[in-house]
């Protein structure tokens, strides 16, 4: 017989169990990951598990009061069950509201007189981790906590769950159906491999919000009171998220901490530049939101070249770099595109080289050409254009995101030799 998600999620989590002999939940304050913590809670209750699970909840500073209220209740009312990792540590994170301003630094001792809040009590700080410097990332302190947990337990084998959903983007639906088979345990395609005897499990990635919605309802979980607020304000349900408030995913939506919570949003205004542009414009072609309109006499390039001119030298030299990479990519090896792409882009008499073969796993082959003003085709997003470059600047991606862009090879370097570096304090 067919089974639904709840029963699917709970075979799942009877396999991680069985399997590994350490688990952690991430958790993170949003009704995703907080119905994949009860999942776990309710499953030891009915199974009668007497070991702990790890609860590690990255701590941001800046998150709505709602968010704080809820994250206490589920470690007040579970403490007999979980060890809490509460984690108030100050790595980079990215920020999109400023042109001035490519990360921020929760927890900064720098800005000690401007946190929105204290520090909450037996949290981890910088302190207690020995891998944590300066240089890193939010997401490198995630795989690198990883590993330390793994060893300060003497695990076997150490389980991380994480509870996205493949409904949520295309990024999360890719992370789950293109995960290779050596990265997989035991080829379950919902696992994914970090290092030796370390795995991520993605145990509800496959419930849609109103599943979510459901499990709450009819189990009668706690949740976090802040989707209550944002129901009120009128938020359709699949953008109600709790996240960082200045990654891009969180641009148009900024605006509603000064209407949901207004004494967080007074206090957030002087931790990062430009958090009160963003708010006001957040949603609008300003930060090329809506459709972004090419203004009277300039063509893409000649105003990727204006909007260049208005920014800090820094920004300016990193998006010119970041141009530069992508044109030389695009004009020596080339990006992989479908037949349908290839057709209509030859439809369109751009010239083009079209080559056969690639190193890359794809059924879609590679194209040489040269960075064009503008392409009128649905897949604009995959093609080397000036507008692109026009939308990141206007979104305050200093990573170019939008533009396919990945680590660089300095920065996957960095992350390797920190890791590299811990793996051979352990061994």
Same mark, same amino acid.
């Given at each position: ?235 359709? =349900?699949? !953008?109600?998220? #709790?996240?960082?408030? $200045? ?6 939506? +900024? @605006? ?63 998006? =010119?770099? !970041?141009?530069? #990479?992508?044109?030389? $990519? ?6 992989? +595109? @479908? ?89």
């Amino acid at each position: 017989m067919k089974k639904n998600v709840y029963e699917r999620a709970m075979r799942r989590i009877k396999l991680l169990f069985d399997e590994f002999d350490n688990i952690y939940v991430s958790f993170s304050g949003g009704k995703d990951s907080g119905v994949m913590l009860n999942l776990c809670l309710q499953y030891m209750k009915e199974n009668n598990i007497q070991r702990k699970i790890g609860v590690f909840h990255l701590d941001y500073e800046i998150q709505y009061n709602e968010t704080c209220r809820y994250i206490d209740r589920v470690f007040k009312e579970n403490r007999d069950m979980i060890d809490l990792y509460h984690i108030c540590v100050p790595f980079k994170v990215v920020t999109c509201t400023s042109m001035y301003q490519t990360f921020w630094r929760p927890w900064d001792d720098a800005c000690k007189e401007f946190w929105v809040r204290d520090i909450p009590a037996n949290s981890h700080t910088k302190q207690d981790f020995s891998f944590y410097n300066d240089e890193m990332w939010d997401y490198e302190f995630q795989t690198l906590f990883a590993q330390w947990y793994h060893h300060q337990k003497s695990a076997r084998k150490t389980c991380c769950l994480v509870g996205i959903r493949t409904q949520e983007s295309f990024h999360r639906w890719r992370a789950i159906h293109s995960n290779k088979r050596q990265n997989m345990y035991q080829n379950l395609k919902w696992t994914h491999k970090l290092i030796d005897d370390i795995y991520n499990a993605y145990v509800i990635h496959d419930w849609l919000t109103t599943d979510i919605w459901t499990a709450n309802g009819r189990f009668g979980w706690d949740y976090n009171k802040l989707y209550d607020l944002y129901y009120q304000a009128g938020v359709n =349900l699949e !953008k109600q998220r #709790v996240a960082s408030p $200045f990654i891009s995913a969180a641009q148009e939506s +900024l @605006s509603l901490y000064r209407a949901i919570d207004p004494d967080m949003w007074g206090k957030m205004l002087c931790r990062a530049n430009g958090v009160n542009f963003t708010a006001i414009y957040g949603n609008s072609t300003a930060v090329a939101r809506q459709k972004i309109i090419l203004p009277p006499g300039h063509t893409w390039e000649s105003y990727m070249h204006f909007l260049l001119s208005t920014l800090p030298e820094e920004t300016r030299l990193n998006y =010119l770099q !970041k141009l530069s #990479v992508s044109i030389n $990519f695009w004009r020596n090896k080339g990006g992989c +595109l @479908s037949d349908n792409t290839i057709k209509q882009l030859r439809d369109s008499g751009i010239e083009m080289k079209v080559l056969e073969e690639t190193n890359y796993k794809t059924y879609k082959r590679p194209v040489r050409m040269e960075y064009q003003d503008d392409i009128d085709i649905h897949e604009f997003k995959d093609l080397p254009t000036y507008k692109r470059m026009c939308v990141c600047i206007l979104k305050n991606d200093h990573l170019c995101k939008y533009m396919g862009f990945a680590l660089t090879k300095k920065e996957i370097s960095n992350r390797k030799k920190i890791m590299d570096f811990y793996q051979s304090v352990y061994k």
